[in-house]
């Protein structure tokens, strides 16, 4: 987005954005009143544990709802699934879940929770910033999203976030990370604060940069000990050499050598490798390495026999394929182009239109979501080619519509072949917001999923790609108390999972909608 700025003198630009930069880095900041209810996870009396019973469990492996069960958790953890009808004493909180169904805890397995899901820098959103920042973990919570796997944060401000989450002053997911993106210098995300804003310095100094934008193999060595510092649970890399940005073009690409260093450093560590893939370039320099992919491409016909290959090395994807409608932006053109024309892409289209035109502000706070609208105007003032010179960042819409073509077939292929597939929504990239896990999950049964293939993906599969299956992703004794309760049955109707009764974490109310509050 442009620079909107000029109203204000340098002095009293800057005296803002520190002042506002430095509350959104303190842990423990208030940031104002929120449109979103809810903020806080519903306090509640010290118990011994948590009992629900009367629930009508959805076995998300076997495809089967266990009815009549009760489910017992204690110390986090479920202890114990059975037929009682009574809580093992009178110190447990109980919940009657009234033969409603509980489905594991949801995960997102691909989003950004430190962006605020707009494009560019605008003073006059810092505060609608700041608030959507912790809204963005609300939201998940509010989805039924228990988990969520960030593959891409400010590293200065992702720690203040989960200690805000473990102090219970936000309702928030349980979150794996990458911290930064291992990416070579002037490659994907191939957008520079201070080529867009004349304040980009000042924010990455407050924010820390998620990129690490390396420039030689002692930088690379460097910056890969630097982001073991924060932790990781996974590394990830960019693999694209064409830019996604309207006004750019090229991309630099990892070297051999480059992919030696990282894949060897990777695995002295014990951490996975996932890389951004939206062209074939990329995806084959990752079936070549074994690097499990993230998004889907938009320029090709996978060939069996890489699938194939993706199969035999145990690669998964989490394919994001709702990124391809979100950003499938028919205002930079006066017609979609007749190679992008199908029944299919047509009403994802009409999705798409019916989604962000008439928005639900439960998804962002108002003001940045009537940005972001009014950013798309900028495709017809100017040509693609000038918009990133002119600081509006705007993506090619060629490139997403190549994703619906392509995508839905490339996908069924993989699940056919066997490929691990996830599920995950980008949220936190302009126009995708947090919690929309269920418009994933419903845009998979729209390419040839099952209701129970879709719902695997969101659960037990992405606990599989975050190595954590032996706590999450199946509700089951031993494994986090992580649950959801629904209305009616996600396996004959996959829009239930739009709008959860009751969110639990281990073994903890995160949310309570308004409609579940006769609910035990």
């Given at each position: 987005m442009g620079n909107t700025t000029d109203n204000l003198s340098r002095k009293d630009f800057l005296k803002l954005t520190a002042a506002s930069l430095a509350t959104a880095a303190v842990a423990g900041s208030q940031t104002g009143c929120s449109t979103l209810q809810g903020m806080k996870p519903p306090s509640m009396e010290s118990k011994k544990g948590m009992f629900l019973k009367n629930c009508s469990i959805v076995d998300v492996e076997k495809g089967l709802v266990l009815k009549g069960k009760s489910i017992t958790i204690v110390d986090e953890r479920i202890v114990r699934i059975d037929d009682a009808k009574n809580a093992p004493s009178p110190d447990f909180a109980v919940i009657d879940a009234d033969n409603r169904f509980v489905i594991p805890g949801l995960i997102d397995a691909h989003c950004h929770s430190t962006l605020p899901c707009i494009n560019g820098t605008d003073v006059n959103l810092l505060n609608d910033v700041l608030i959507q920042l912790e809204r963005n973990y609300v939201q998940q919570i509010h989805a039924g999203v228990t988990t969520i796997r960030d593959t891409g944060a400010a590293p200065k401000l992702l720690p203040k976030y989960l200690d805000k989450i473990r102090n219970g002053s936000i309702a928030g997911p349980r979150v794996c990370y990458c911290t930064r993106f291992i990416n070579i210098a002037n490659s994907h995300p191939d957008i520079n604060l201070r080529d867009v804003s004349a304040f980009g310095g000042m924010i990455l100094a407050f924010t820390g940069d998620p990129n690490c934008n390396f420039t030689s193999i002692d930088d690379l060595k460097e910056k890969l000990e630097l982001n073991y510092g924060s932790k990781p649970n996974f590394i990830k890399l960019t693999m694209d050499n064409v830019s996604l940005l309207c006004g750019r073009d090229k991309l630099d690409a990892y070297s051999d050598e480059h992919f030696k260093i990282i894949l060897e450093s990777a695995a002295k560590h014990n951490l996975p490798v996932a890389a951004h893939v939206h062209h074939k370039f990329g995806f084959d320099r990752a079936i070549k390495y074994g690097i499990?992919?993230?998004?889907?491409?938009?320029?090709?016909?996978?060939?069996?026999?890489?699938?194939?290959?993706?199969?035999?090395?145990?690669?998964?994807?989490?394919?994001t394929m709702l990124l391809g409608q979100l950003l499938s932006h028919e205002e930079s053109y006066s017609e979609i182009p007749k190679e992008f024309r199908s029944d299919f892409i047509d009403n994802e289209l009409k999705l798409r239109r019916e989604f962000l035109y008439n928005f639900d502000e439960k998804y962002a706070q108002p003001a940045l979501h009537r940005v972001n609208m009014e950013l798309l105007k900028n495709y017809k003032k100017y040509p693609c080619s000038e918009l990133y010179g002119r600081k509006i960042l705007l993506t090619r819409s060629e490139v997403y519509l190549g994703i619906l073509k392509y995508g839905p077939g490339n996908v069924r292929r993989m699940k056919q072949a066997g490929v691990l597939i996830g599920c995950g929504t980008d949220a936190g990239v302009g126009f995708s917001y947090h919690g929309l896990i269920w418009r994933e999950m419903e845009m998979l049964t729209r390419i040839g999923f099952t209701n129970l293939e879709a719902l695997r993906c969101a659960t037990i599969n992405n606990a599989r790609i975050l190595r954590m299956d032996d706590s999450i992703g199946t509700v089951a004794a031993g494994k986090l108390g992580d649950l959801v309760l629904l209305d009616r049955d996600p396996l004959k109707d996959i829009t239930a999972c739009r709008e959860p009764l009751l969110v639990i974490k281990g073994g903890r109310v995160m949310y309570r909608s308004p409609a579940a509050e006769q609910t035990g």
């Open positions: 499990n992919l993230e998004h889907t491409i938009c320029d090709a016909v996978i060939p069996d026999g890489q699938i194939a290959q993706m199969a035999a090395k145990k690669l998964h994807i989490v394919p």
